[in-house]
Nanobody, 125 residues
Framework: QVRLAESGGGPVQAGGSLRLSCAASGRASATNCLGWFRQIPGEEREAVATMAIPAGPTWLSDSVKGRFTISFSSENFGSTLYLQMNGLKPEDTASYYC????????????????WGEGTQVTVPS
């Protein structure tokens, strides 16, 4: 059974940094893709970063390239997907979700079958 749980969100000043974590258990298939998405109320869920598990390749949206980094760690106690966010801007304010899909990565939210509950990131203007 796949379970995803995000943490690490919160308020942060513009220019600051946050690291989001997603505790992941289970797998959808022999090869999997984990991704970070974000959503503002009233808008569609937007792909931020994806990573083929366990070692890539990775993909970052143009809006976060050069500021955000996606990484993955798997140890005896479990697996965690990270999103290191630097140089945060007010437009980064959103609910951030971790998601998993079987097979190759895509930026389409509709292709991801498993989702966490989300964590809120707020960057005041």
């Amino acid at each position: 059974q796949v379970r995803l749980a995000e943490s690490g969100g919160g308020p942060v000043q513009a220019g600051g940094s946050l690291r989001l974590s997603c505790a992941a258990s289970g797998r959808a298939s022999a090869t999997n893709c984990l991704g970070w998405f974000r959503q503002i109320p009233g808008e569609e869920r937007e792909a931020v970063a994806t990573m083929a598990i366990p070692a890539g390749p990775t993909w970052l949206s143009d809006s976060v390239k050069g500021r955000f980094t996606i990484s993955f760690s798997s140890e005896n106690f479990g697996s965690t997907l990270y999103l290191q966010m630097n140089g945060l801007k007010p437009e980064d304010t959103a609910s951030y979700y971790c998601a998993l899909k079987a097979d190759e990565c895509t930026a389409s939210a509709a292709a991801f079958a498993f989702w966490g509950e989300g964590t809120q990131v707020t960057v005041p203007s």
